[in-house]
């Protein structure tokens, strides 16, 4: 397996690789910005690029790292504050506007041991299921550039879907973590509201929760471990599980039964 294709194994088994000193948090990052150079022109899915606060963060990190995903590069979609990088939301109007802070969802996964390369495109505000905001021009899917990765975190999903990051951080109203990775062939999720903290901004949200778009379900599960959780100030908040989401996950189903209909919710659709 070439060095490139560490990018599309799971977050899980790369941190387990930095744990052992099989690979190197930095050799990770570079990796992944070295794909992001050669590939992002064509694909559009970065706002911004941090290099070098990849590789001095990734530097910091050695072998027998105990943190769940110590090395692991990702990035950050464009709607949540990365201390020191641009927060743009997708408008022209907030082009230019740099985070003094991270939000709750980047200091979490920074200590959960995650690498961040950069930010990733959106449509404006995240309004749309595609993501084609003017400012940034139109994001492409990786199987097929002249499709969407769908939106409203499609460069999230494109920049997994590509190999340039083996996951990316998004976020879900009506769709727009599970749109994309329907359309990009990975693992979206919406959590329960109140399972993940929308600080410092809110105290609560009913419509938008932040997650994750990954190649596995383990990956997700685990991630959702390091993200769930009460933060100072939440007006609502779901109860942590009574065991891990991972463990929930790596648990065998046992017996199932799967309905599926062939109608449309609305009778004149087209199916």
């Known amino acids: 397996m070439g060095d490139s ?9 790369l ?45 910091k990190i050695g072998a027998g790292d105990e943190r769940p995903f110590a090395g692991v590069p990702i990035a ?19 082009s230019e506007y740099v985070a003094p802070y991270d939000h709750n969802i980047t200091r979490r996964l920074r200590d959960a041991g995650f690498v961040i390369v ?17 400012m940034f021009g139109p994001t492409r899917n990786p199987w097929d550039l002249e499709r969407t990765p769908g939106g409203s975190s499609g460069g999230a999903a494109a920049a997994v879907a590509a190999g340039l990051v083996p996951v990316a951080h998004g976020n879900d109203g009506g769709g727009s973590l599970r749109i994309p990775a329907a359309c990009c062939g990975l693992v ?7 399972r993940i903290s929308p600080a410092p901004e809110l105290g609560d949200s009913s419509l938008g929760i932040d997650g994750v778009l990954t190649r596995t379900v383990a990956d997700t599960a685990a991630i959702l471990d390091v993200l769930e959780g009460y933060e100072l100030g939440d007006a609502t908040w779901a109860p942590s599980p009574s065991e891990p989401f991972a463990a929930a996950a790596a648990a065998a ?19």
């Open 253 to 271: 189903p046992g017996r199932l039964r799967i309905a599926a209909t062939t109608l449309p919710p609305v009778p004149d659709a087209i199916v």
């Open 188 to 194: 979206g999720l919406k959590p329960s509201r109140g």
């Open 76 to 94: 950050i979609k464009n709607n949540r504050p990365v201390k020191g990088l641009r927060l743009t939301y997708g408008c022209e109007l907030m």
């Open 15 to 59: 941190a387990g690789m930095v744990r052992r000193g099989e690979v190197s948090a930095r050799e990770l990052a570079q990796i992944s910005l070295e794909r992001i150079e050669e590939l992002n022109p064509a694909i559009n899915a970065f706002v911004q690029v941090d290099e070098e606060g990849a590789l001095a963060t990734a530097a």
């Open 118 to 134: 950069g930010t990733t495109t959106l449509p404006e505000y995240g309004i749309l299921p595609v993501s084609e905001a003017r």
């Open 5 to 13: 294709d560490l990018m599309f194994r799971s977050a899980s088994e």
